[in-house]
């Protein structure tokens, strides 16, 4: 069997041609022996994704979207132009979701008219049911943070027939609303009953917050596989979109719910 020591090969061939210059010393040959006949592994030409990388994009994405929200507050932002604020941002969350882009531009530009929305709406409840907005917000927390628990301690396993379930599903859910505002127009607005004070309407709430507490558990999923697999480090702009778009979710779904027990 032929060596691969260099040692040995170089004799061989100086062996076959004669040597074309001194006699190596020892401390010369045993240096040519200790080196590796193999190249060193390359590091990634870019740096991976870390938790803490998620982190701090996740805290600049919610933190631009409460800002945004703040403002509207405060500055009784019109619903005509709320309403405008939610068609760009949903224009921007579509493109951002199929081209998978980790454009910080694109998804804090989302961020910010998501935000101006979500601040106008918050007004308008806050203004008919006094408190409902900090219900919804500690109701959106207490969701993240069950989700995260079960995530954690993998009472729940995120598998590929799992997400397969939660699009179809989130597909179904667009659709049934799509029909509901549709019929809406020709009955008044109560469409077929999903967004009402009803028993349908407080069925279909809750089953589109458990839809959104499965997308935060798909999220999770995604952060997780993405450090452990060495995404790039601008990967963690994704999945702190994703993040914000769930916890939205849950914020209006929660939002809503709790308006059809109030008294006020």
Do not use: H
Not at 28 to 36: G, T, V
């Amino acid at each position: 069997m032929e060596s691969k020591n260099p040692v040995f090969s170089r004799s061989r061939k100086q062996a076959a041609t004669g040597w074309a210059g001194p006699t190596p010393s020892p401390d010369q040959l045993q240096n040519m022996y200790d080196a590796p006949s193999y190249a060193a592994p390359s590091r990634p030409a870019y740096r991976t994704m870390t938790l803490d990388d998620v982190v701090v994009r996740g805290f600049l994405t919610l933190g631009t979207l409460v800002a945004a929200a703040a403002a509207s507050w405060i500055f009784k932002v019109p619903p005509g132009a709320a309403i405008g604020a939610l068609i760009v941002a949903l224009i921007l969350g579509l493109i951002v979701s199929f081209t998978s882009s980790t454009n910080p531009a694109l998804i804090l530009g989302y961020a910010v008219f998501e935000g101006v929305f979500l601040g106008t709406i918050s007004s308008l409840f806050e203004g008919m049911i006094s408190g409902i907005v900090l219900q919804a917000v500690l109701g959106t927390a207490f969701a993240f943070g069950a989700v995260l628990t079960v995530y954690s301690l993998r009472i729940v396993r995120v598998t590929s027939k799992m997400v397969k379930y939660v699009v179809a599903a989130a597909i179904a859910a667009l659709g049934l609303m799509l029909v509901n505002m549709l019929v809406g127009f020709f009955n008044g607005g109560e469409g077929i009953g999903l967004r009402t004070d009803s028993p349908l309407g407080w069925i279909f709430s809750i089953a589109m917050i458990l839809l959104g507490c499965f997308f935060l558990l798909l999220d999770f999923d995604s952060i997780e596989q993405g450090v452990r697999q060495g995404a790039p480090e601008k990967f963690a702009w994704q999945c702190a979109f994703g993040l914000t778009l769930s916890l939205v979710w849950i914020y209006i779904e929660v939002l809503r719910f709790v308006s059809y027990f109030s008294s006020d």
